[in-house]
């Protein structure tokens, strides 16, 4: 199986180069040049499967050039003990026709461990197949969830080091403890002062200094990143999806064969993209719900075909989906515009010159064939979550929550009774000041600390919080480095001893 690029078909390479290298050099991303299928009769067959075992048979159809054993290899050590839960992503029926997928049982609570604990394990394998024998040097900016889910998915991990960036007015106390705590030899994690943008244009700017990539080189070391457009992130997605579809037979909710919905709080596109590609394969998805916070740059799009980010940016209650480019949503569209690269091309060109695009009507047409956009504003999330609570006595974050809001929204519109697959995102405790003034009122959290709230958070949902949150407190600090946004290069050079 070969990927190519979205914005030049002519590049065609394997999945290791793929991995390697995240983004092809003209700026497209990789796409596999054709789909891999699912049958109803291996549908049958995985339901019996644990969700280790089915990851190694999905991967299996997408990475031909990894051996069955390397994926064993990376699925054991990706989907181990470090889950809360051995389902790994389990299901929660909300209601009759509502199935919340848990995809935040990982170590740091959010559904980005899901991908982010196997893409180093695929990395080094990707590296030796690709003859590269130098040090891979991870550089990440993070508003919060990613940078700490890179940090544990890379600790450790042979012939990588990894060095994050955090803004240090940008994340919440949890996330600040959770990533300067961070344990391993080949981890640094340095606060910038500044918002993420700092930090973000800083990481860029390291990533296209020629004379510092010589410099590195010399020292042996290459230059990565883990963010969400390389294929190691995606293809992991694919899994929980046929794997939640399994569970739905195995369980006697569905028919093999019957349809289903997906409901996704969207950031990025990732995700739901993730459940896109299944379908693609042959699973049975009826349509697709975007659901997005008051950043609703998606949801214009699905409803109108002009996608444009000339828009104020909100700070919300689900601060992961506070995202105006959705950068995965170039390759929804390469898929639409039947495989056209010249297409995306023009596309791509006018969202850098414009900060904005309208796809033509045939793929607007396909667009609002498969997906529905909605979302919800702060009230509405915190309105759900109490709802929620109520009437199903069940407890959803604040990206959950959008979702769920969505989804019963889409309901009410169209009377649709599919059953649905509803991706829950994070794990309430890590959003435990929300959750718990949405559930107790705004008073409940007034001058609460982190650890008191989640205590706080373990009352109101009657869950034990995740052991990985409540230990935060008994770690010491290891990272303390606060600096100026034109030191972040000297802070790499030091971390790296060059
Ligand atoms: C990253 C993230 C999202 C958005 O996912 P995308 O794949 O970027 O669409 C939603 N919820 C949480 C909690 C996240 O961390």
């Known amino acids: 199986m070969k990927y190519q690029s979205t914005r030049d078909k002519s590049v065609v390479v394997e ?17 596999p040049c054709e789909f891999p299928t699912i049958t109803k009769a291996e549908l049958d067959e995985m339901k019996g ?9 999905v991967l299996g159809k997408f990475l031909t050039d990894f051996t069955k054993e390397e994926l064993e ?26 199935h919340v997928l848990e995809l935040w049982h990982g170590p740091t609570c959010a559904f980005k461990d899901m991908a982010l604990q196997i893409l180093p394990k695929f990395l080094v394998y990707s590296m030796k197949k690709t003859g590269e024998d130098n040090t891979v040097v991870i550089l990440v900016a993070t508003s919060g969830d990613t940078g700490k889910a890179a940090l544990e998915g890379f600790k450790d991990v042979e012939g990588t080091k990894i060095i994050v960036f955090y803004p240090c007015d940008g994340v919440s106390d949890i996330q600040k403890l959770q990533m300067a705590t961070q344990r391993g030899d080949n981890v640094a994690v340095g606060a910038v002062k500044g918002n993420f943008d700092d930090a973000q244009t800083g990481v860029k700017r390291i990533f296209t200094d020629k004379e510092y990539e010589k410099e590195l080189l010399d020292n042996h070391y290459v230059l990565s990143s883990a963010n969400s457009i390389n294929w190691g992130r995606l293809v992991p997605q694919v899994v929980y999806y046929i794997s939640a579809y399994c569970d739905l037979i195995r369980d006697g909710k569905i028919a093999n064969g019957d349809q289903v919905n997906v409901c996704v ?24 719900l975007c659901a997005s916070n008051e950043n609703q740059v998606l949801t214009d799009f699905i409803r109108t075909g002009k996608y444009d980010c000339k828009r104020e940016f909100y700070t919300t209650a689900s601060p992961s989906m506070d995202i105006l480019i959705s950068s995965n949503l170039e390759r929804l569209l390469f898929d639409l515009a039947g495989e056209d690269d010249s297409v995306i091309r023009l596309l791509m060109d006018k969202l850098k010159e414009d900060g904005s695009y309208t796809v033509s ?26 709802k929620v609570k109520e009437t199903y006595d ?18 009410k519109e169209t009377g649709d009774k599919t059953p649905t697959i509803i991706a829950s995102t994070a794990s309430p405790f890590k959003f435990g000041d929300s959750v718990v ?42 990272f303390s480095d606060t600096f100026e946004k034109e030191d972040m290069k000297q802070y790499v050079s030091r971390m790296l001893n060059i």
Do not use: W
């Open 361 to 386: 009507q045939r793929v607007m047409d396909k667009v609002q064939k498969l997906f529905y956009g909605g979302c919800a504003d702060d009230q509405q999330t915190f309105d759900t979550i109490r």
């Open 265 to 288: 709080p969207t950031g990025n596109f990732g995700n739901i993209l993730a459940a896109y590609y299944a379908s693609k394969m042959g699973l049975p998805i009826g349509r697709f």
């Open 15 to 31: 999945s290791a180069q793929a991995i390697k290298q995240g983004l092809s050099a003209e700026g497209g991303l990789f796409v």
């Open 394 to 411: 069940y407890t959803v974050d604040t990206h959950t929550a959008v979702a769920v809001k969505v989804y019963e929204d889409y309901v």
């Open 73 to 98: 290899d990376c699925v054991a050590r990706a989907y181990g003990s470090q889950f809360e839960d051995a389902a790994i992503a389990p299901l929660h029926q909300l209601g009759d026709n509502a």
């Open 49 to 57: 499967m644990t969700y280790q075992q089915r990851a190694v048979a």
């Open 437 to 478: 003034s949405a559930i107790e009122g705004a008073q409940a959290v007034e001058g609460k600390d982190c650890f008191q709230l989640l205590d706080l958070c373990s009352e109101v949902s009657g869950l034990q919080a995740p052991a990985s949150l409540r230990e935060l407190k008994t770690l010491q600090v290891r």
